[in-house]
C-alpha cells in the first residue's frame, strides 16, 4: 500500500471514526500533515451509486481501475480466440463464393473477352469490387461484424447475378 | 474485526468489482477484434479454392476432348469436397495438406489447359496468374495481421484512457 493510499485511508477514518485516526496517527508523523494539511471540510458527498464519502470513492476509484486493467488482460486471449472462431467460416464462405465468382469470370473472360466487351469490363470491375476490403467493409457488416439480417452480403448477391447471366449465355452446366 | 482491516478488505472488494468490469467489457470487445480477424483470415484462406472451382465450372462446359483433363478437374471437385469451413485444428492441418495436392494437380489442368488453346493468340492463363488474382482480391496475409495488431493496440489502450 502507498502512502497516498494511507493517506486516503487516514482521511476516511477521520470522517468516521476519530479514536482510530488518533491511534494510526501517532506512528505516521509524515501522514498526519497530509492529513490536516489537505481538504479539511471533507463532508460526505451523496453518490449515486454507492453513497461512499468523496475519499471512499477516490479510493474505490483507484482500485477498481487496478482491477479493471487487469480484467481486461486476463480475458483478452480467451475472446480474441472465441471470436476468430466466430468470424472465421462466415469469411470463408464469402471468401470461396467470391473466388468461385472470379474463377469463373477468368476463363470466360480468357475465352471470350475479346469479343465480348462487357464480359472484360465486369471481369475487371469485379476484380475491383470483390476486394476483401469491400467485402468486409463496415458499410456491409453492422457493428457486432454480422451480416444484414438475411445473412446476405448485398456485393455478393449483385454479381451472382451478374455471374449467372454469363453463365447461362455460355452454357456453363453448374449452377 | 479492526477498522483497518476492513478498509483493506475495502480495497480488495473495488479491485475485484474493477476486474469483473474488465472482463466483462473486454469479453465484448475483444471477441469482436476477433471476430473481425477470423472473417478476414477466413475469406483469404478460401479465395484460391474458390477460383479453382469457379475455373472447373468452365472447363467442364467447353468441350475439350481431353479426358486426363477431365479427370484432373473430377478430382479437384473431390478434394474440395472433403474441405470444412471452421476453424478447428484438425481442419487446418487437413486444409494444409489438402492444399498442396490440389495445387500440383491445378497447375497440371492449367498447362494441359494452356496447350489446347494454343491455336488461339491469348495472354497466358497459368496458375501463377491465378494466384496473383487471388492476392489482388484478398491481399497480403502478413500485411492483415500486423494492422490488426496495430487496431488492437489503440483500442485497449483507448478504453485504458477512456476509463
Given at each position: 500500500m502507498s502512502t497516498d493510499d494511507l493517506a486516503l485511508l487516514l482521511k476516511n477514518f477521520l470522517e468516521t471514526e476519530h479514536k482510530v485516526i488518533y491511534r494510526v496517527m501517532a506512528n505516521q508523523d509524515d501522514i498526519l500533515d497530509d492529513v490536516w494539511g489537505s481538504d479539511s471540510d471533507s463532508e460526505m458527498l451523496s453518490n449515486e451509486n454507492a453513497g461512499y464519502s468523496r475519499d471512499l470513492q477516490k479510493l474505490r476509484e483507484q482500485h477498481n481501475k487496478r482491477g479493471y486493467l487487469d480484467g481486461i488482460v486476463s480475458s483478452k486471449e480467451t475472446n480474441l480466440q472465441q471470436g476468430f472462431n466466430a468470424g472465421f467460416p462466415t469469411g470463408a464462405t464469402i471468401g470461396f463464393e467470391i473466388g468461385r465468382l472470379l474463377g469463373r469470370l477468368q476463363t470466360l473472360n480468357y475465352k471470350y473477352g475479346q469479343e465480348n466487351e462487357q464480359l472484360k469490363k465486369d471481369y475487371s470491375q469485379a476484380l475491383n469490387d470483390l476486394k476483401i476490403g469491400n467485402m468486409l467493409s463496415k458499410h456491409v457488416f453492422d457493428t457486432d461484424y454480422q451480416l444484414p439480417e438475411d445473412g446476405k452480403h448485398p456485393i455478393l448477391e449483385e454479381w451472382k447475378i451478374k455471374v449467372s447471366s454469363y453463365s447461362a449465355q455460355y452454357n456453363i452446366i453448374r449452377k | 474485526m479492526d477498522e483497518f482491516d476492513e478498509l483493506l478488505n475495502l480495497e480488495e472488494e473495488f479491485y475485484k468489482e474493477g476486474y469483473a468490469e474488465g472482463q466483462n467489457e473486454n469479453l465484448k470487445n475483444n471477441f469482436l477484434e476477433g471476430k473481425q480477424f477470423g472473417l478476414q483470415v477466413g475469406f483469404q484462406r478460401y479465395v484460391l479454392l474458390g477460383q479453382m472451382i469457379g475455373i472447373c465450372d468452365v472447363l467442364d462446359s467447353f468441350d475439350l476432348n481431353s479426358s486426363a483433363l477431365s479427370k484432373n478437374v473430377q478430382s479437384i471437385r473431390t478434394l474440395i469436397s472433403q474441405?470444412?469451413?471452421?476453424?478447428?485444428d484438425e481442419n487446418v492441418e487437413e486444409l494444409g495438406k489438402i492444399m498442396i495436392k490440389l495445387k500440383n494437380r491445378f497447375r497440371t489442368i492449367m498447362i494441359t489447359f494452356q496447350r489446347i488453346m494454343k491455336k488461339e493468340k491469348r495472354e497466358p492463363f497459368t496458375f501463377e496468374v491465378i494466384e496473383e488474382i487471388s492476392r489482388i482480391v484478398a491481399g497480403e496475409v502478413q500485411g492483415f495481421v500486423e494492422d490488426e495488431d496495430v487496431t488492437e493496440a489503440k483500442t485497449t489502450q483507448d478504453q485504458a484512457q477512456a476509463w
Open positions: - | 474441405v470444412e469451413m471452421t476453424n478447428d
